[in-house]
């Protein structure tokens, strides 16, 4: 097999703003791996504040020490294959994530399946939210009526900045759209426990109907989140507390979330993100797939998981959608909140477009 990467930089068009970042493009490494006939794809995203992967280190990871694991398995391997990919470097999750991914792509086109269906799946739609950045109370209403009339019924809105003015601009947001589109947080880390458990609480007694708040405190701190969750009605959603297994158990063990966000850039693939999602299952914690910053070849893989492992609320797998236009041919296809997966072999990519 052979291993080629590519880098790209796709506009969007809308500025992205969280409690971490302001994003204007995607700044991707795609990865394609051949064996001679077929093609399979995989993304790895630059998620400097989160994982903290470069292009530039997942690029060397995937060049060295994940070629070199390879070397001499044939594309028929996928099993040892994604053992050895999992274990040829520490970390490097978005680099390992996008080998894994395209040696599913290739398996799955090998036999002539789509990505979906080699997974077990005949479902080729699945639903998605969309994020409102980071900004003022005006400015989140209006976007907040703007993707309602784009067809979305669940809006997941960035807070974290400032905890009195988050309650006012959730507010704001639920007064712009009405009642019926069900609301979202993400605080990207961004409270401290006692300011997430202020900010929870006012929307509760206003009526907002705010349906979870993501990632509300430090990542690291399992003990205040579960001193969060224990405070309010909301549902806490985990995620930049959970990378792997290790991580998940210890959110259990704490009783620090009633769900988990399975991102495959976070943990390494489909592959470790299947064993996420059965251990939440089994042990009764709700759970979402999210994505980064990724092209419809990062996206169009996490949507193809949720078609085969079913999630217990709506996904965040929007990130494609803020592109302007998609680097490569073939793919998935947003029509409002419904993700299209292709009818094409694997995940329907056939070549770059930059």
């Not at 712009?176 to 426990?193: H, S």
């Not at 991580?247 to 390494?268: E, T, W």
Request: aromatic share 4%; glycine share 10%; hydrophobic share 45%.
């Amino acid at each position: 097999m052979k291993l080629t990467t590519h880098l790209v930089s796709a506009p969007l068009h809308t500025p992205f703003v969280t409690a971490l970042r302001t994003a204007t493009h995607v700044e991707s490494l795609l990865v394609e791996v051949s064996d001679g006939e077929h093609s399979g794809w995989g993304e790895a995203p630059q998620v400097w504040k989160v994982t903290g992967d470069s292009l530039a280190g997942s690029q060397a990871c995937i060049e060295g020490p994940i070629t070199t694991a390879l070397d001499g398995l044939g594309p028929d391997d996928l099993t040892e294959a994604l053992r050895r990919v999992q274990g040829a470097a520490v970390g490097n999750f978005g680099a390992k994530d996008a080998v894994d991914v395209a040696l599913h792509d290739l398996a799955a086109r090998r036999r002539g399946l789509t990505l979906h269906g080699f997974l077990g799946s005949t479902t080729d739609v699945v639903r998605t939210d969309v994020t409102l950045s980071v900004g003022d109370a005006d400015a989140l209403a209006d976007a907040g009526k703007a993707r309602v009339a784009d067809g979305f019924d669940v809006l997941k809105i960035k807070v974290g900045t400032d905890a009195a003015g988050d309650i006012e601009r959730v507010r704001r947001v639920r007064d712009a759209i009405g009642p019926a589109p069900r609301l979202r947080l993400d605080a990207n880390q961004g409270w401290t426990r006692r300011d997430a458990v202020t900010v929870i609480r006012a929307l509760e007694d206003a009526g907002c109907a705010t349906e979870l708040v993501e990632q509300p405190v430090a990542a690291a701190d399992l003990d205040g989140m579960a001193w969060v969750t224990d405070r309010v009605s909301t549902p806490i959603l985990a995620d930049e507390s959970v990378y792997g297994v290790r991580d998940l158990v210890a959110v259990i063990r704490h009783g620090a979330a009633d769900l988990v966000n399975v991102k495959l850039a976070k943990c390494g693939g489909l592959a470790p993100a299947r064993t996420l999602l059965e251990l939440a299952r089994e042990h009764g914690l709700g759970a979402i797939v999210g994505c980064m910053m990724e092209s419809h070849v990062g996206v169009g893989a996490a949507a193809a998981l949720v078609s085969a492992y079913p999630t217990t609320a709506v996904n965040d797998l929007d990130a494609a959608w803020w592109l302007r236009e998609a680097p490569v041919t073939g793919g998935i296809r947003y029509d409002g909140s419904l993700i299209h997966l292709p009818s094409a072999p694997g995940l329907g990519v056939t070549g770059l477009t930059v």
